[in-house]
């Protein structure tokens, strides 16, 4: 957003602290996964739980650097951001809506086309998706990464460059942050090939800043869309079908090329060139 001051040193700062806290912790994962070290028991139990926390680099780095640069003022200012629902309520149908019709559409095609349909885990226990939304939410990726991705470095880009480009470098980078997990066994990254991931993700980070240009800011939105994000890839297992990942790449390409053309590159928000 253009109230952030543009700074070089403070973004390039956030990419290291966020990358080198993360990696901390997914690089001996990774190591010990493939068999190239042997961890003791203790520290292979908690780096293989839930509660490993290297997904926070990105929230960390935010809070650390936004205390540096900008004090106390800047991280109230940073964590309203994290409770702010003054944005119109229409785009809370984008929020909940829009990757569940996209993953759910994918997977729809592969049905058509001929795959099997692969079980709906849902329909066998649907407290699942309430559970797996308040975990995901926290633990999965929203809570840990958006208050830096887009509450930190989004607006600090946009400062300097257009909407469109500011998200092509930035989901650029957030691809890279996860290359440790296609090497750690068990994660969805270890089961999908690494271009697919990367042109999913700079996809979805044109989504992101669509939607938070779009509501001013608001990193309570974008914790929400990632939420949704994640949940629908449980709620609908397209990627366990043959075609299910060809599918969801071409509907993420043509859908981000609609929305730039739709709100001009320039802001990816109403009045944008």
């Known amino acids: 957003m253009s109230c952030y001051k543009s700074s070089d040193l403070s973004l390039t700062l956030f990419f290291l602290i966020a990358f080198a806290f993360t990696w901390l912790f997914w690089i001996p994962q990774a190591l010990a996964s493939t068999g190239f ?12 739980s839930p509660f ?11 809070l650390l650097l936004t205390y540096v640069f900008e004090g106390w003022t800047g991280v109230k200012s940073l964590l309203r951001k994290g409770i702010d629902r003054s944005f119109d309520r229409r785009w809370y149908l984008v929020i909940f809506l829009f990757f569940p019709l996209i993953t ?7 049905i058509f086309s001929g ?3 692969p079980e709906l885990l849902v329909t066998s226990n649907p407290f699942i998706v309430i559970i797996g939304f308040a975990y995901i939410f926290f633990l999965g ?28 470098v930035l989901g650029s980078i957030w691809g890279a942050w996860h290359l440790p997990l296609f090497y750690i066994s068990g994660t969805i990254q270890s089961q999908t090939p ?3 991931f990367m042109i999913l993700i700079i996809c979805g980070s044109i989504f992101f800043t669509w939607l938070y240009n779009n509501t001013g800011g608001s990193i ?4 929400l869309f990632h939420t949704m994000n994640n949940l629908s890839f449980l709620i609908f297992p397209t990627l ?15 859908i981000a090329a609609a929305i730039t053309l739709a709100w001009g590159p320039g802001r990816l928000s109403k009045g944008g060139k």
């Not at 490993?52 to 935010?62: D, K």
């Not at 990726?141 to 400062?159: K, M, T, V």
């Not at 309570?220 to 914790?223: C, G, I, K, R, Y």
Request: glycine share 14%; hydrophobic share 50%.
């Open 115 to 117: 795959n099997p349909p």
């Open 194 to 196: 690494f271009y697919g």
């Open 141 to 168: 990726g929203p809570f840990q990464e958006e208050w830096g991705w887009r509450g930190y470095a989004l607006g600090r880009l946009q400062a300097k460059l257009s909407a469109l480009v500011s998200s092509l």
């Open 240 to 254: 366990e079908t043959e075609l299910g990942g060809l599918y969801l790449l071409i509907l993420n390409v043509a």
């Open 52 to 62: 490993n926390p290297a997904a926070f680099g990105p929230l960390v780095s935010a």
């Open 37 to 48: 070290l042997q961890l003791p028991p203790f520290l292979e139990g908690f780096l293989f």
């Open 104 to 110: 759910g559409g994918a997977l729809l095609l592969a």
């Open 220 to 223: 309570l939105a974008v914790m």
